[in-house]
């Protein structure tokens, strides 16, 4: 039930924002938000090849990782590298993460509702930690397909979480390129 009113929500909120998160029909969003995770459509199915290097150019200038102080340390911390066990890692432009940190000025629901966690997730698993990619040209970036383990419950297609944050997932990053910072 819970997934049923999440997918409405978006539905509704996704066509009537003005980022418009990507250029679906309320029809395609719905058929694309119903199909289980595991069994969604490539990006590429649904959507033009010129939306997709529109978006990805988004991240040319650097990528930024945001997590909680209770993952990074019991996933990253001792890890060769960071991400999911199915290669993937959810990523923003490092432009738009600076913003929401000048935007939130240490205020974690800020993060919540920019990056689409629930309320008081960040406060509640110890705070912030900000990761900063280095050369990351050749970790296949791209748009998310909502199978990621990663993908949560908010996940909506198009490259943009509900808080109008553009995202993209890259392969697993190898620890010697990342800058960590605890928020």
Known sequence: ????????????????????AAPLSPEQMQIILATPKGQR???????????????????????????????????????????????TCFVMPKEFCDAIEREAGGDTAVWEKRLSFDEGYFKNQGGLVRIDIINFGDLHLRIPNGNEAGANDY???????????????TDRIPKTRIIVRFL
Do not use: C, Q
């Not at 049923?4 to 003005?18: D, E, G, Y």
């Not at 040319?60 to 990253?76: A, C, P, Q, W, Y």
């Open 1 to 20: 039930m819970k997934r049923l009113i999440t997918t409405i929500f978006l539905v509704i909120f996704s066509v009537t924002t003005a980022f418009a």
């Open 41 to 87: 459509p490539a990006p590429e199915t649904y959507l033009s090849a010129s939306y997709i290097r529109h978006h990805l150019r988004k991240f040319r200038k650097g990528v930024s990782i945001v997590t909680s102080v209770n993952s990074f340390e019991k996933f990253m911390l001792h890890a060769d590298k960071i991400g999911r066990e199915d290669n």
């Open 155 to 169: 996940w909506i297609p198009g490259g943009w979480t509900v808080g109008n944050t553009p995202e993209a997932v």
